[in-house]
Structures are given as structure tokens and as C-alpha cells.
């Protein structure tokens, strides 16, 4: 009994000998933390824009000899550069002119790789942007002419994506016409080679469309007798669109 009140008389001295313009500080100290909290802005999180590649000479000496996997992981990085801490960026808020260098440079670290390509084709140039969606073919068809029976797939997107998004005929005849001269090889297929003659055949271009068609025909390069008939039921189909035009 004598011990706890031995206690509670030292804890009233303790508090009873703190000068009062300590408690006081304490008091106005705390308060000014509360009000200070409260007027601080929301956080916002900030965009990182997307800087300019290194040099592929940097970029190979950085990879530790293995330009392919670190073309990878750049290509990975470079996909998700969208999404960043408490914010995500709209592909066509990027700046497409340094995310065109990325690719090339990425894509010249692994010159066998689609994805870069694919990136361009079927995901960066699907943003409501027509000047970016052409930077982004431009691109395509610039790697194409690099290794055009490896990389023909992407350019004939492109010239996909130029009709029916840009609604540019001439984009995409330019496309297929590129196709058609430089995408030669066997594992190329025809509906590759032959798709300016659809395109000129849409565009009422009939007379070009039936000089490519029948000298394909003519050429002997079509083997397969399905596609022979099909594509002379191609060029007939031509001749009575022309004949009904007069």
C-alpha cells in the first residue's frame, strides 16, 4: 500500500516539475505538425518520358556479350514503358520519333528478331494518331528492304493497316508493290506477292491489275493448279469489270 503510493507521488512530482512552457511547446509543436499535413498537395505521379537511345556500339558493350538477350529485355522494357509507378501513358503520348530509334537500335542488336517489327506493325500503330501510325509503317518498310524474304509478314500489315486505318490506297499499293519486287523468295506466299493486283482492282485501276495478273500467270511462277484456276478466274472476272466499265 505504501509502495503504490510511494509511485503515484513520484509520477505527480514528474509531471508537476515539467515547466509549463515545454508542455506548451509540445502542444503548438503537434499542432503545427496536423496543419501541415493537412495543406500538403496530393502526391502526383510524374511522367518519364522516353529519352533517346545509346548507340548501338554502347548498347552491345553494356549486353556483356549477349546482344540478343539484351535485345530482349530491352524490347520488354521499351513495351512497358506505359506503365510507371502511379501513372499510365497513353501509346500516343509517346514521342514517336525517339521510340522509332529504340526499335532500330533494338531490333540491329538482334537483326532476327519479329518482335520490334510486330511491335510497330500491329501495336504502336494502332494509336488514333495518323501521322504516328505512318511513322510507325515508314519504319516497317524500312527494316523490310534490310531482309525482305525474312520480314515480308510485317510489311504486308502495314500495308493492312494503310488501307484500312489510314484509308491511303496509295500507302498501301506502295507497300504491296514493295512486296512484289524484293519479297521473292519461296517462303514468301503468293497471296504476298499478289496483293498490289487486289489493291489495284479496289482502286479501279483494272487495266494494271489485269497486266500483273495475266503476266503472273504467264511467268509460270504459280505451280499449283487450284491457284492457276483461281487466279484465271481472277483475270476473267477483270476482263468483265473492264468490258462493263465502257
Not at 539484351?70 to 513495351?79: A, D, H, P, R, T
Not at 499478289?194 to 500467270?217: V, W
Amino acid at each position: 500500500m505504501k509502495l503504490n503510493a510511494f509511485f503515484q507521488s513520484s509520477k505527480e512530482r514528474s509531471m508537476a516539475s515539467i515547466p509549463i512552457w515545454i508542455l506548451l511547446a509540445l502542444l503548438i509543436s503537434l499542432a503545427v505538425q496536423i496543419i501541415w499535413h493537412k495543406y500538403q498537395p496530393v502526391p502526383v505521379a510524374k511522367v518519364t518520358q522516353l529519352s533517346s537511345p545509346p548507340s548501338e556500339a554502347i548498347l552491345n558493350a553494356i549486353s556483356f556479350g549477349d546482344p540478343v538477350a539484351f535485345s530482349k529485355l530491352s524490347m520488354l522494357w521499351l513495351q512497358a514503358h506505359d506503365n510507371q509507378p502511379g501513372v499510365s501513358i497513353p501509346f500516343r503520348q509517346l514521342d514517336y520519333e525517339v521510340l522509332t530509334q529504340w526499335l532500330s537500335v533494338i531490333l540491329a542488336l538482334d537483326p532476327k528478331a519479329h518482335y520490334p517489327l510486330l511491335s510497330a506493325a500491329r501495336v504502336f500503330a494502332q494509336v488514333p494518331d495518323a501521322e504516328k501510325q505512318r511513322k510507325m509503317l515508314t519504319f516497317v518498310e524500312h527494316e523490310f528492304y534490310k531482309a525482305p524474304n525474312k520480314r515480308w509478314q510485317w510489311l504486308a500489315h502495314a500495308a493492312f493497316v494503310a488501307k484500312h486505318r489510314l484509308k491511303d490506297q496509295k500507302l498501301a499499293l506502295k507497300f504491296a508493290k514493295a512486296l512484289a519486287d524484293h519479297a521473292t523468295g519461296e517462303q514468301v506466299p503468293n497471296w504476298a506477292k499478289q496483293m498490289q493486283i487486289f489493291l489495284l482492282e479496289d482502286m479501279g485501276e483494272l487495266d494494271a491489275a489485269k497486266i500483273l495478273l495475266g503476266g503472273l500467270l504467264e511467268s509460270g511462277q504459280i505451280k499449283d493448279p487450284h491457284e492457276q484456276q483461281f487466279l484465271h478466274q481472277r483475270l476473267q472476272e477483270l476482263e468483265d469489270k473492264s468490258a462493263s466499265s465502257f
